[in-house]
């Protein structure tokens, strides 16, 4: 994906490269992740300026990753010293 | 931490010598902050065990010396603060069940909840996952504690069969109840939020295990695609792999039951 990114870049001055949503699809989760390099993160941002399709995914997406963060909660101080004192017991 | 810079901090720790530096401040606090120690293996000085915190041979105190160990010190209280057996223990006598499964406790009972959602049949989850390893200690090779930790919690919790049914969400008057606690005008986007957020758990549940535990571990719990490849002893690729078709099939459910836009019409 990357090569073909790349090869996308090469053709055009950056400023003016587009790359077509089968494209930003691919990458698309890992430019969300925070995972992309940097060429591909500004290519896919500019593409989801421009794109309403890929607009909406992207956005399903972050709405998606939020709700599940939402469960993401340190354990309670209380429960992590019983049951460290449980384990020192079996011990 | 850099060597000279722990010393120092060990230095203020032990013997109080003065601090001026900041990196050496900081350094005080985040060893004070340790609630992770064990016997020193020259010494037998209780010291922080964590990685973060860890002490190693060459970055030990100057003043420190096989022959006369330094006077008890607050790593003492630290070390009945963690639960440890006490100052005198030598290194060797930290069982594996010690060295390998306590200090992966805090990170057991996250994913404990994230697999039961609640705080009690977490708990007992993770005590479940803890007598297990302690019987299965001895066929444990000391390699990747925490994959193995998770392995036994993921079985224990199957065996279980005690999850807390997502349905009890979509109850109207459990619904109402939390809705009437929304605030103002954005109580459609709550209920949208609060429907999609059941929805998900719905649809999360539903996922095969593979792919259910790689959305629990990554995009709950926070894990990175490396960590969450070396608990459950894949590549990440793989990690990378099953977490987006996951992530996938979850929009899929959302497009199908209406809470979030079709994009590809």
Not at chain 1, 62 to 87: D, M, T, W, Y
Not at chain 2, 184 to 201: C, H, M, R, S, Y
Not at chain 2, 253 to 259: C, K, Q, S
């Amino acid at each position: 994906m990357r090569r073909f990114l790349r090869r996308l870049i090469t053709r055009r001055p950056v400023e003016h490269a587009t790359v077509d949503c089968v494209a930003v699809g691919k990458v698309l989760q890992h430019y969300l992740d925070g995972a992309a390099d940097a060429e591909t993160t500004t290519l896919v941002a500019a593409h989801l300026d421009d794109c309403l399709r890929c607009g909406l995914e992207a956005d399903t997406y972050r709405r998606i990753k939020a709700a599940l963060a939402k469960h993401r909660q340190p354990p309670p101080p209380g429960s992590v010293q019983r049951l460290r004192e449980f384990g020192l017991h079996l011990a | 931490m850099d060597a000279a810079v722990t010393a120092a901090a060990w230095d203020h720790v032990n013997n109080g010598a003065p601090v001026d530096e900041p990196a050496v401040v900081e350094a005080v606090e985040r060893l004070l902050a340790c609630a992770y120690s064990m016997p020193h293996p020259e010494t037998g000085q209780m010291v922080p065990a964590c990685v973060q915190h860890g002490c190693s041979i060459r970055s030990r105190p100057p003043n420190w010396s096989r022959s006369s160990p330094s006077a008890p010190s607050q790593w003492e209280s630290a070390g009945r603060r963690a639960g440890s057996r006490g100052v005198n223990v030598d290194a060797s006598r930290l069982t594996p069940f010690e060295q390998h499964v306590l200090p992966e406790i805090e990170v057991l009972l996250r994913v404990a909840r994230s697999l039961t959602r609640n705080n009690a049949d977490a708990e007992d989850l993770v005590q479940d996952t803890l007598i297990r390893a302690h019987n299965g200690i001895d066929r444990f090779d000391g390699r990747h504690p925490r994959a193995w930790l998770l392995t036994i919690l993921r079985n224990a919790h199957i065996n279980r069969h005690r999850r807390r049914r997502p349905e009890l969400l979509r109850d109207p008057d459990v619904t109402f109840d939390r809705m009437s606690k929304a605030a103002g005008p954005e109580q459609t986007d709550a209920f949208v939020d609060l429907e999609l957020d059941a929805e998900l758990i719905r649809a999360l549940d539903q996922l095969s295990q593979p792919f259910r535990f790689v959305v629990e571990l990554v995009d709950i719990q926070g894990l990175s695609y490396a960590e969450a490849a070396q608990v459950l002893g894949v590549p990440p690729g793989t990690v990378m792999s099953r977490l987006h078709r996951a992530r996938a099939r979850l929009r899929d459910r959302l497009h199908r039951t209406g809470l979030a836009p079709r994009s590809h019409e």
